[in-house]
């Protein structure tokens, strides 16, 4: 299993930034891909933006060119730098080590919330 340790979120006022940190530790080489997913009130969780081992990034159409996803490989880390928040942004965030299609490891949310 991979163990998730999550960190960031907060308020911000709409147009600001967030950066959200997950740390990995545990069986790190099992991991196929990293991600970030989000729920909020009364929705269900939705994808937010995701990164392959090999690098490959995939973003939902909602938060592309506003979001980025990266990594940190020696710190097995990954960020999510959210930039220009909308208020429609606010929501729990979780962090997802992804092993295989059937093994899916969580971090716990964190709260972002986009208000003025």
């Known amino acids: 299993q991979v163990q998730l340790v999550v960190s960031g979120g907060g308020l911000v006022q709409p147009g600001g930034s967030l950066r959200l940190s997950c740390a990995a530790s545990g069986s790190i080489g099992s991991i196929n891909a990293m991600g970030w997913y989000r729920q909020a009130p009364g929705k269900q969780r939705e994808l937010v933006a995701t990164?392959?081992?090999?690098?490959?990034?995939n973003y939902a159409d909602s938060v592309k060119g506003r979001f980025t996803i990266s990594r940190d490989n020696p710190k097995n880390t990954v960020y999510l730098q959210m930039n220009s928040l909308k208020p429609e942004d606010t929501a729990v965030y979780y962090c997802v080590a992804i092993r295989s299609l059937l093994n899916w490891d969580w971090g716990q949310g964190t709260q972002v919330t986009v208000s003025s």
């Open positions: 990164i392959s081992r090999l690098g490959t990034t």
